[in-house]
């Protein structure tokens, strides 16, 4: 076999022309040939080694450069493009990092080997960009699963993981198995944070909110206040509340807990930060986002910040916030007053509270923000209304302008 021109696979004698029976073969059949060496037998021992921390990365690549060469016969510059390509499956995303490096596009989703589609500034496209073939989108889902450790099965057929492994970027991952989708075919959904996060006189710039904005949620911030941030799905909410953490007074100390790892402080402060553990699938091991706030309340903690809120959590969190702890949190929600009626819904699943008594706790949750596309649309404060036993709205902008009541 050989690379027209590059590469060949050593043959007993070294040839100037190939024969006329010889098979040509491209680099990407190279490439795929050292990945199933390299995946597969005793081989992939070495490489979960590796995955494991008991082998030196750099001596597991000179191993993979030194099969290469012993392999084929090639020049320096083939080589190293094999190699490259080798890597970008392995310790990157294959055909993805185009996408992944790419600073306007925000989310990336695989429906099947020919069908990825992009969000770039805002707007959705099919990419270019696909695999070759069913089989090279199956191997590529199972090394994102053994990268990340994650099980990928029946019993595990919907999974989330982060991966803070790539330079520039938080990745957060959803997928759904073939066992679930109509096509039989495994859905992949990366979201994409950036490592360095965006200030508030970065989003300033950028045109999320205004300088007067930003002196209002100092403020507000300096008097021992949160914030509930609140909107629509991929709207800008977990951008704000970076962006916030960095502008809590130093002199509190902070519980942050999510459920995909999106939030970070990037200060050395009194600072904690973690994850769930979800009890799903083949797990018997279960860690909810509301356990995490209930410990959250039993220690040395100012700050309560709860990546999201999407059902029963919002119970824990109420409390947390009634009993004095200054909570940052983001739901989804149409509007300011849409962000309470929903966790009034949640918290009243899984209670035997009334309406009332909920709503009087959620006067805790002093101000909100709503944003939408990218922009603040509204912030307010609420109170409770002793004589109308309901919240009454205050409101500092609206529509994005400033409101003069």
Known sequence: MMLAGLLRQHPPEKQELPEPDEKVISESEIIDEVIEHTTSGTNIARLNMVERGELDKERFACEIKEYIH????????????????????????????????????????????????????????????????????????????????????????????????????????????????????????????????????????????????????????????????????????????????????????????????????????????????????????????????????TMDVDVIILGEIKGKEARQFLSAAHTGAICYASTHAESVEDAYIRLCDYTRRVSDMTNEEILYMLKSLKNVIFIKDYKLCEMAECKWNSDKKCLDFTYFYRDGKEVHE
């Open 70 to 297: 012993t392999r084929y016969t090639l020049n320096d510059e083939a080589a190293d493009r094999i190699y490259r390509g080798f890597s970008s499956f392995m310790w990157g995303y294959h055909i993805l990092d185009e996408l992944i490096d790419n600073q306007d596009i925000s989310d990336i989703v695989i429906y099947d080997a020919d069908r990825v589609y992009v969000k770039k500034l805002g707007i959705r496209y099919k990419s270019d960009i696909v695999f070759r073939d069913a089989a090279d989108y199956e191997r590529f889902i199972e090394r994102c699963a053994l990268r990340n450790h994650v099980s990928l099965s029946i019993n595990n057929s919907i999974q989330k993981w982060t991966d803070w492994s790539n330079d520039k970027y938080i990745l957060r991952f959803t997928a759904i198995t073939k066992e679930l989708a109509s096509n039989r075919t495994t859905t992949i959904q990366i979201r994409k944070h950036p490592k360095v996060k965006k200030t508030l006189d970065v989003l300033i710039n950028e045109g999320m909110i205004t300088g007067e904005m930003e002196a209002l949620i100092r403020r507000k911030q300096e008097a021992g206040e949160g914030f509930l941030i609140c909107g629509k799905n991929a709207c800008g909410k977990t951008t704000l509340i970076n962006g916030m953490i960095e502008t809590i007074p130093m002199r509190y100390s902070i519980f942050c807990v999510q459920e995909a790892e999106e939030l970070f402080s990037s200060k050395d402060r009194n600072w904690g930060a973690y994850h769930i553990i979800d009890g799903r699938g083949e797990s018997k091991i279960n860690f909810s986002l509301g356990d995490m706030v209930t410990a959250a309340q």
